[in-house]
Each structure stands twice: as C-alpha cells, then as structure tokens.
C-alpha cells in the first residue's frame, strides 16, 4: 500500500512507490536477449513496446499521479492552468496521453526541426495538445530554464522534475528484478535523465551513449565544465545536440561509469540488427546503447550488460531508409 507521501528523492523505497503507483498505468515492458552474434549475452530493455513507445510515459504517468496523489497545491494549478512542457518528441507524446486520460490542458514547445512523425503522434495521444514550435536556439533556452514565458500552465520538466525522475527509475528497478547478475547498463544520453534516473537507482555501473554527430557530454566531460559543441543533423532524431543542460550535467557528471560515442552508421547497423534478427522496430535513439554495447562489450569484459532501447518512433520512411543503406554510405545528411 501507498504512503501517504512520496519522497522525490531516488530511493528503493521511493521507486517501488513510484512502481506501485504507475503500475496500473504502464507496461511491464520485455527483458530479451539479443539474438545478433556477440561475445557476450546482451540484453535489450524494450522501452519501445513501452505505451507511446518510449520509456518518456513513465516519467509523464509519475509526476501527474504523483502531483494529483501528493502535492494538492500543485495539482490545483496544473488542473486551473494545465501542463507545459519542452521536448523535441518522446517526452511530449507521453504527456499527451496522461494529459487527455486524465482531462488537462496541455502545450508543448518543440524545435521546428520535429519529425513529422512525433508531431503528429502527439496530437494523436491528445488532439487538444497545442503544439509551439520555435527556432533551436529558443527550445534550448526553454530546456535549459524549464520555463517558457507567455504560458500560463505548470511547466513539467522532462529533465529535471523529480517525481518524472522517480518513473524512469523504474527501468532500473525492472532490469534488477528480471537480471540480478546484470553488470553494465547503457543508455542513449539526449537531454540527461534517463542516465541520471538509472544511475541513481543502480549498483551497478551506467554509461551513456552519444552520437558522433553531436557528443556535448562528451566534450563537457573533458572539459569540466558544460561546454558546447558542433552538431549535425541525422536520421537520429532523440539524442545529438550541440549542448548539455547545464544543471543536470552537475549532478551526473559523476554518477556515470563513462560515456561512448557511437556513429550514425554503428547505429544503423545497430538498428538494422534489431529489425532483422529481433524483430524489434525502433527509432535511431533506440538503438544506440545496443551499437555500443556491441562494440565495447567484449573489451569492458561485461558477462550481461543490459541496453536499453528507449523508444520506437520513427517515420517509416527514415526507417526504410536506414534499413536499406545501413551496409552503404554513412548516414550523416539530413533526412526529411
């Protein structure tokens, strides 16, 4: 049974809570070993069956019930005013659905850059979402701030709210249960906090992946500091950018076993490895911790690392695409 209250901060206790309360709301999503020759069992946490098909709804479905559940004051004003948030696409179609199962008002701002085809799955989680699309430098101030000013709703924090961190942790607590002898855990890194949610939660060591196109982490790490990068556009939409978010690489800059760095091309591959030898469909985010597990796992002598495929979404055409070059050329140009 609930408690009466929930602490925000990462705990065992606090994410079987979690657990508990989204339980009903959430897929228990499959733990599969990948079938794609290797030196090791790698396995694939399946994000990408996940309801809107990414582990995004997790941390949506946790701060509604838990603000509804636990801080009345703030769900008074989220109820008067509705939600905002910023996301470039996973994020925004988790809140969609909890936001119409649960009849609130609801705007997101996304880069102008958004694939068609998360736009459109959005309004198709909740066709009363108001969609604001801004220029890339103005999505990246209202990410970093977590506030979009104009807006009058409760601005939820895709990075850095607590209790959608507390939802995402229960990946973690999901890979525990199923795979005790797990030692390695991989994650795509986009904005920060499937990373620091896992990380937080486990014992065991967590790395991010980046993509060679954009590794802001990368050179922050190097550097010490948040530091900005060059980037270029893929048909790997959900992770690659030209900066971190500055408060949540303080507090995960530490708490990371390492970070790798993976091509477009690795990912293709990754991706293509997926689809033909799994039969698991995912977008190019999803598949990068698998392309770097493949790669380093028999050097970092791991026995069952565990790659988390974060998120299934992609345009059918960017994926026949992929699918059909993924032995070719590099996949470095943009892809409409």
């Given at each position: 049974?609930?408690?009466s209250s929930l602490s925000e901060a990462i705990s065992p206790a606090s994410v079987r809570r979690v657990?508990?309360?989204?339980?009903?709301?959430?897929?228990?999503?499959?733990?599969?070993?990948?079938?794609?020759?290797?030196?090791?069992?790698?396995?694939?946490?399946?994000?990408?069956?996940?309801?809107?098909?990414?582990?995004?709804?997790?941390?949506?479905?946790?701060?509604?019930?838990?603000?509804?559940?636990?801080?009345?004051?703030?769900?008074?004003?989220?109820?008067?005013?509705?939600?905002?948030?910023?996301?470039?696409?996973?994020?925004?179609?988790?809140?969609?659905?909890?936001?119409?199962?649960?009849?609130?008002?609801?705007?997101?701002?996304?880069?102008?850059?958004?694939?068609?085809?998360?736009?459109?799955?959005?309004?198709?989680?909740?066709?009363?979402?108001?969609?604001?699309?801004?220029?890339?430098?103005?999505?990246?101030?209202?990410?970093?701030?977590?506030?979009?000013?104009?807006?009058?709703?409760?601005?939820?924090?895709?990075?850095?709210?607590?209790?959608?961190?507390?939802?995402?942790?229960?990946?973690?607590?999901?890979?525990?249960?199923?795979?005790?002898?797990?030692?390695?855990?991989?994650?795509?890194?986009?904005?920060?906090?499937?990373?620091?949610?896992?990380?937080?939660?486990?014992?065991?060591?967590?790395?991010?992946?980046?993509?060679?196109?954009?590794?802001?982490?990368?050179?922050?790490?190097?550097?010490?500091?948040?530091?900005?990068?060059?980037?270029?556009?893929?048909?790997?939409?959900?992770?690659?950018?030209?900066?971190?978010?500055?408060?949540?690489?303080?507090?995960?800059?530490?708490?990371?076993?390492?970070?790798?760095?993976?091509?477009?091309?690795?990912?293709?591959?990754?991706?293509s490895s997926l689809a033909f030898a799994d039969k698991i469909i995912c977008e190019g985010a999803g598949?990068?911790?698998?392309?770097?597990?493949?790669?380093?796992?028999?050097?970092?002598?791991?026995?069952?690392?565990?790659?988390?495929?974060?998120?299934?979404?992609?345009?059918?055409?960017?994926?026949?695409?992929?699918?059909?070059?993924?032995?070719?050329?590099?996949?470095?140009?943009?892809?409409?």
């Amino acid at each position: 049974m609930l408690k009466s209250s929930l602490s925000e901060a990462i705990s065992p206790a606090s994410v079987r809570r979690v657990r508990d309360l989204i339980g009903p709301h959430i897929r228990r999503t499959p733990l599969l070993r990948a079938t794609a020759p290797s030196p090791v069992d790698i396995h694939l946490k399946c994000e990408n069956l996940q309801i809107t098909h990414s582990f995004k709804a997790r941390g949506a479905l946790s701060a509604l019930h838990a603000y509804r559940r636990f801080r009345p004051e703030t769900w008074a004003r989220i109820v008067r005013d509705g939600v905002v948030t910023g996301s470039s696409g996973n994020f925004a179609q988790g809140l969609a659905h909890v936001t119409s199962e649960l009849d609130l008002a609801y705007t997101v701002v996304v880069p102008d850059s958004i694939p068609e085809a998360k736009r459109s799955q959005i309004l198709a989680y909740n066709p009363r979402t108001r969609i604001v699309k801004v220029p890339y430098p103005v999505w990246r101030r209202t990410m970093i701030s977590s506030s979009f000013s104009g807006l009058p709703g409760f601005f939820l924090s895709s990075e850095s709210d607590p209790y959608v961190s507390l939802g995402i942790a229960t990946i973690g607590l999901e890979i525990q249960d199923e795979l005790p002898d797990v030692d390695a855990v991989l994650v795509p890194y986009g904005g920060g906090n499937l990373a620091y949610s896992l990380a937080s939660y486990l014992d065991v060591p967590v790395y991010a992946v980046e993509i060679s196109t954009g590794a802001p982490l990368s050179a922050s790490l190097r550097a010490g500091r948040p530091t900005d990068v060059a980037y270029e556009r893929s048909f790997v939409d959900g992770i690659g950018a030209s900066f971190v978010i500055p408060a949540q690489f303080e507090r995960l800059k530490d708490k990371l076993a390492g970070v790798f760095t993976v091509t477009p091309q690795e990912i293709a591959e990754a991706l293509s490895s997926l689809a033909f030898a799994d039969k698991i469909i995912c977008e190019g985010a999803g598949a990068a911790a698998y392309a770097a597990a493949l790669k380093h796992s028999a050097s970092y002598g791991w026995r069952s690392p565990v790659a988390v495929v974060s998120g299934g979404v992609i345009d059918p055409g960017v994926l026949l695409h992929t699918l059909t070059t993924a032995a070719g050329q590099p996949l470095t140009a943009p892809i409409s």
